[in-house]
């Protein structure tokens, strides 16, 4: 079932966060569908109610071109005829304006994000506004971003600048956007902390006083990373140095300072590159791509098991249904 990020949100606010997922692939849409449902493989139970949970979906402008936006669409679309136990949103990842209007108009996505934090805070406002108001027209929700993460995001290096409380209440004000995205020292990709640098909590907790009670953040950047793929990745050939990433212990603490979305894309990518690369290794001679798709898809349906534990999602899809059913 597809739902907003504003049901999701109201149900996890200071309890739990719900996991981000990014998304390029059928296989990855598969293994995504079945860990959210507890399921790590074709043949499993239906639905684990101690794992199941409700989930994002997300999806980049990367991943819109990557093909044609339309197969992605369409893989959706399927999964949810496929999995109808599952509650998730559809969420535009990382959209410009024009981007965010194409999403809007489609009727697909539930969700979108305008990242204009790369501009001066009145036009971030302005940009925003815009978007929030064509959004809202169609009852699609809005993710807005006000700092700077660090690291490789689409085609933009960054440099960080870390969320000014008092700014993101202002930003909130002017803007109307239904959720903020908050930059407190994590970045994209693999390599998020250098030394004794960590996720700033110190910094959300003065984000979440600012801001009206009970207003979805979210933290982009936050996977953790874990070396235990990453040393598969470089056992197999790969060259993966001086990774780093959001000790997992770190969600929860966010969760309870207002964050109810916590966005994960690269340690699905170290999945999948872990075990195609120890497949093609192990196995030579082999050249059917769908012999690592069906471990990768075990895999990574486990990791999404995983990671919804440590999140605190887990377990909650139920409960997100009676609330969703309750509110009609
Ligand atoms: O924030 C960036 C996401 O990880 C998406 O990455 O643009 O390479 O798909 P991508
Ligand atoms: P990671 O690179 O830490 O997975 O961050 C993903 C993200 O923020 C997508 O918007
Ligand atoms: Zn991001």
């Known amino acids: 079932m597809l739902v907003t990020t504003t049901e999701l949100f109201r149900h996890a606010y200071g309890k739990y966060a719900v996991g981000a997922y ?3 692939n059928l296989e990855q849409a598969v293994g995504l569908f079945r860990g959210n449902l507890g399921k790590r493989d074709k043949n499993d139970e239906p639905v684990d109610p101690k794992t199941a949970a409700p989930f994002i979906l997300q999806i980049s402008r990367g991943a819109r071109s990557y093909t044609d936006k339309r197969f992605l669409e369409a893989i959706i679309r399927t999964a949810d005829e496929v999995f109808p136990d599952s509650i998730f949103a559809v969420h535009l990842d990382h959209g410009t304006e024009e981007v965010c209007y194409d999403a809007i108009d489609s009727g697909f996505y539930t969700s ?7 501009h001066p ?5 302005a940009i925003t506004r815009r978007v929030v108001e064509r959004a809202h027209a169609k009852g699609v929700v809005v993710e807005a971003e006000l700092g700077q993460l660090g690291g490789v995001e689409e085609d ?4 960080v600048r870390l969320t000014d409380p008092d700014q993101a209440a202002e930003f ?3 803007t109307g956007c239904d959720s903020l995205a908050v930059a407190i020292g994590t970045s994209h990709g693999a390599y998020k902390f250098a030394g004794s640098q960590g996720v700033r909590l110190d910094v959300l907790e003065k984000i ?3 801001l009206p009670k009970g207003y979805p953040l979210v933290m982009h950047g936050s996977s953790s990373v874990p070396a235990e793929w990453v040393q598969r990745i470089n056992a197999a050939g790969g060259q993966i140095k001086g990774s780093s990433g959001v000790p997992e212990e770190d969600y929860l603490k966010a969760a309870k300072l207002g964050v109810c979305k916590i966005n994960i894309d690269t340690d699905g990518r170290l999945v999948w ?3 195609y690369r120890e497949t093609f290794r192990d196995k030579p001679a082999d050249f059917d791509p769908r012999t690592p798709g069906k471990v990768f898809m075990k895999e990574y349906a486990s990791y999404i098991i995983h990671k919804n534990q440590v999140l605190g999602a887990a377990g909650q899809l139920d409960a997100v ?5 309750k509110k009609k």
């Open 22 to 24: 990014n998304i390029n």
């Open 112 to 118: 979108v994000m305008i990242d204009a934090s790369e």
């Open 121 to 125: 805070f009145e036009e971030n406002v």
């Open 156 to 159: 933009v290096v960054g440099s």
């Open 172 to 174: 909130v004000k002017q």
């Open 208 to 210: 979440q006083k600012k």
């Open 273 to 275: 590159c872990a075990i």
């Open 321 to 325: 249904r009676q609330f969703i059913a």
